[in-house]
């Protein structure tokens, strides 16, 4: 795979700069480079949510660390707010949806986009159970919740019923609020991603048209220009330690310690979190094509005047990540 030769190629460049005696071996035999005052910082800008539980898992099991690199998390409320932290040079890089990194970067922000989070997008349109509605035509006229107008999900839903001449209104809502709106029959269905897609669920809600968010690409991480520009090789240490994440992750989703981690860090309740966690499939390289179709969306939108097309992707990891 291009980023595993890649990537030992950038940690061979690394290691030129750090004494031998710094390196060791584990028994597996992968190269790691001892955390010390030398060390790379990288501080991550995080708008907590299940769909970033790969850095959490990393942190928690000591994988930066192991991987030469010194992360700091810092927790904000929204993916627009570590955004700003980004560009204003608060922090390093930041995990995101992918229409708001998009839009930054067309808009002239100073980061780019290096990997992939998860792919695809996981969330779902739920209605109440019983509901009559059987097509996209059935949704003519109804009070839809998402999160954001330029949410991917929002986005497909949006493109997929306009196609057949249906509109529905949308409502910006919080997954909680949705959900609360749901219950009181306020609303007529909520688009909702995990874990907020299980809450709803496990309260008797269904799943509907499950077959559109499948087909979007998912969230992103997006590092700052000065970090790539001074030191790519602390990023991909960075992302090699999300991928032995990922792998961690993908290969039993509902473990106790993953379920444990992501209860310790998200605050969601531990049954919604176990019921959908299988959902969320983890990995770094970069869904380019559908990156560009979701730019193109924004565009159709209005939201952004250009589309910005390779140029969104960090060079560079080109050959690596993507």
């Not at 597996?28 to 910082?41: A, E, K, L, Q």
């Not at 991928?243 to 310790?264: L, V, Y």
């Not at 299988?278 to 979701?294: A, H, K, N, P, Q």
């Amino acid at each position: 795979m291009k980023r595993n030769m890649l990537q030992k190629k950038f940690l061979q460049n690394l290691a030129l700069a750090i004494p031998l005696g710094a390196l060791f071996l584990t028994a597996c035999g992968r190269s790691y480079i001892p955390v010390n005052n030398d060390t790379p910082r990288i501080v991550i800008a995080d708008a907590i949510t299940t769909h970033h539980l790969n850095l959490y898992v990393a942190y928690e099991l000591g994988l930066f660390d192991a991987h030469g690199v010194n992360v700091e998390i810092i927790t904000l409320d929204t993916n627009a707010a570590a955004l700003e932290s980004v560009v204003a040079g608060q922090s390093d890089i930041f995990f995101s949806c992918p229409t708001i990194a998009i839009a930054g970067i067309a808009n002239g922000a100073p980061f780019r986009t290096v990997a992939q989070v998860k792919d695809p997008c996981t969330s779902v349109l739920m209605l109440p159970d019983g509901t009559n509605v059987t097509s996209l035509r059935d949704l003519q006229g109804m009070q839809i919740a998402g999160i954001s107008p330029a949410c991917e999900a929002v986005l497909a839903l949006y493109f997929a019923t306009n196609a057949d001449g249906v509109d529905f209104n949308l409502l910006t809502m919080s997954g909680g609020s949705a959900i609360a709106a749901l219950e009181a029959g306020q609303i007529d269905g909520a688009l909702l991603e995990e874990p907020h897609a299980s809450i709803a669920e496990l309260s008797g809600f269904v799943r509907a048209f499950e077959y559109l968010s499948a087909n979007v690409t998912c969230r992103t991480i997006n590092a700052s220009n000065r970090l790539l520009n001074t030191n790519p090789e602390a990023i991909n240490s960075f992302l090699a330690a999300i991928d032995e994440a990922n792998e961690i992750i993908n290969n039993n989703p509902t473990a106790d310690n993953i379920i444990q981690i992501a209860e310790n860090r998200t605050g969601a309740p531990r049954d919604a979190i176990y019921h959908g966690n299988s959902r969320l499939v983890f990995e770094t390289t970069l869904e380019t094509d559908g990156l560009i179709l979701l730019a193109n969306a924004l565009l159709d939108m209005g939201n952004i005047s250009e589309n910005p097309q390779e140029s969104m992707f960090a060079e560079q990891f080109k050959g690596i990540t993507w």
